[in-house]
């Protein structure tokens, strides 16, 4: 793993360059209008994501050649392919949030994660709309939004505040309120698109993140290393990290938490046991 957290290191600007190039992509079809199509799924695909797809594998090739790619655009082509994939490889999401991109909403981001032996070490995820680049590193996890880098630092309180996605079941949410109580701390929630959700958690806006809808590696890798360079981690039930890998990259349930070692070690068991 030492060699290729150090070739990331290395070709570090290049890397986070094709995220904001990939975007560039994405923001000009926003702007000048795309065609959208169904992938065997039903659900839709447009020309922003496959020139965004082609943009980001042509240019990882380049950069670090010997990284196996696992994209969702090209596992739907062909997904015999991805059978018996490295323990290294890319796991990208070339659009995320296809959805809110053709509503022309703002909630959609390009994922760019880096995965070694089912964990993922490296990501980058750039929002497109909001020109907010985030990343990971050794020393810890970064944003970068209108020329000023920041370093990233997650929430030091003690409390829960719960950011959700949209189809997060009123039943689920309840649950996990009442799990948290149990603690008698405060407990609120938000729901919120888009996987930004994972650097929300990173830079102390929110400190807990459950998912109970659908999602695949590719949605979250990227956000999954960033959280993890402050601290944080994602967890598919207790002390059990999630992982990557898996046949038809598909995730189960996750709960992710921004600072599990400073939540009383209660309140993270009651948190994660609604996955067991």
Not at 98 to 122: C, D, Q, R
Not at 134 to 163: A, C, F, I, P
Not at 178 to 195: D, L, Q, Y
Not at 252 to 270: G, T
Request: net charge neutral; glycine share 6%.
């Amino acid at each position: 793993m030492n060699k290729v957290i150090q070739a990331v290191e290395k070709n570090i600007d290049d890397l986070l360059g094709v995220a904001v190039g990939a975007g560039d992509i994405i923001m000009d079809y926003f702007n000048s209008g795309f065609k959208v199509s169904n992938k065997s799924d039903d659900s839709p695909v447009t020309e922003a994501d496959f020139a965004s797809d082609k943009f980001i594998t042509e240019k990882l090739a380049k950069i670090m050649p010997e990284i196996f790619m696992v994209s969702e655009e090209g596992y739907e082509l062909d997904k015999k392919k991805y059978d018996n994939i490295p323990d290294v490889f890319w796991c990208v999401d070339p659009l995320d949030g296809t959805k809110n991109f053709i509503k022309k909403e703002s909630a959609f981001t390009v994922n760019i994660g880096l995965v070694v032996n089912k964990k993922p070490v490296f990501g980058m995820l750039y929002v497109p709309y909001t020109k907010k680049l985030y990343y990971s590193t050794e020393d810890g996890g970064y944003k970068v939004h209108n020329g000023v880098k920041t370093r990233l630092k997650s929430s030091q309180s003690l409390d829960v505040h719960m950011v959700t996605s949209k189809r997060t079941s009123e039943q689920n949410i309840q649950e996990l309120i009442h799990n948290v109580n149990e603690n008698k701390v405060v407990c609120k929630f938000t729901k919120m698109a888009s996987s930004e959700k994972f650097c929300h958690l990173a830079d102390s806006t929110f400190n807990v993140f459950p998912s109970f809808a659908s999602s695949s590696e590719w949605d979250t890798a990227s956000g999954h290393a960033i959280l993890k360079s402050v601290g944080g981690n994602v967890f598919s039930g207790t002390d059990r990290e999630l992982e990557y890998g898996k046949r038809s990259f598909k995730n189960p349930n996750f709960i992710a938490i921004s600072n599990p070692k400073i939540l009383p070690r209660s309140l993270v068991s009651n948190l994660l046991r609604i996955l067991d």
